[in-house]
């Protein structure tokens, strides 16, 4: 089936760092990938729509200048938070959506900054 | 926004009972998809159902497509220790975004 993966899994950063998350699918192409953002207890949110070579869009709410994303090639994306603080920590789960425009999730990356 | 409610939120059930959980929502989908996730994991795609109707099984699960297309429901029949996990169901619309329910927090006890 196909293989979502992020890098990397958890990271702990001091607040005001940036962060730099990847995820990639690793044998199919996507044109389109997600990224989330999971609080413990809850659902997932969508914070924004990557596609390849053009601009991110975001959700209501959610602050671009803040978390960058980068979606250069086919198998690539990438979620930067800046300056990140405290209220950042949480669970980030990408998707790739392949041809049958089904998505597939990758792992996730736990985020605590402190 | 499109909003989906996901009960029950947790289920306590002995080994070897079924299950069933089910998501409504306030507006129509193309697609209802069912997924699990484990702690610290991603969701994996259980069950995908794409027309009204559709009543789809994957081994042990059964999952539907309900005709007014604002509904799903998920069966696991004859449960065991490794279906515990926190089931989510999605509604993917015609803009191709997936909105997700709140999760069923699912245990089974021995």
Redesign the interface.
């Known amino acids: 089936g196909a293989v ?1 993966s ?1 890098h990397p899994s958890w990271v702990i950063c001091k607040s005001g760092t940036s962060v730099k998350i990847e995820c990639r699918s690793l044998d199919f192409q996507a044109t ?1 990938m ?1 990224w989330y953002r999971q609080f413990p207890k ?5 914070m924004a ?1 990557s596609n390849e070579g053009s601009k991110a869009t975001y959700e209501q709410g959610v602050e671009k200048d803040k978390f960058l994303i980068n979606h250069a090639s086919l198998t690539l994306s990438t979620l930067t938070v800046t300056s990140a603080h405290p209220e950042d920590s949480s ?1 980030y ?1 990408c ?1 790739a ?1 392949d041809l049958g ?8 990356t ?1 985020l605590l900054v402190l | 926004g499109q909003q989906l409610n996901q009960s029950p939120q947790s289920m306590f059930i002995q080994e070897g009972e079924d299950v069933s959980m089910n998501c409504t929502s306030s507006s129509i989908f193309n697609t209802w ?1 069912w ?1 699990k996730q484990d702690p ?6 259980l069950i ?1 159902l794409y027309k009204a109707g559709e009543l789809t099984s994957n081994g042990r699960l059964t999952a539907q497509f309900g005709i007014t297309r604002k509904d799903s429901f998920l069966n696991i029949s004859a449960s065991i220790p490794s279906d515990v996990g926190i089931y ?1 169901c999605a509604g ?1 619309s015609s803009a ?8 069923t927090q699912l245990t089974v006890l021995p």
């Open positions: 979502v992020q389109t997600f809850q659902s997932l949110m969508l729509t669970f789960i998707s959506r425009e089904t998505q597939y999730f990758g792992p996730g736990r | 998809l997924y610290g994991e991603g969701p994996v795609l995908a989510f993917q191709r975004q997936l909105t997700f329910g709140s999760g």
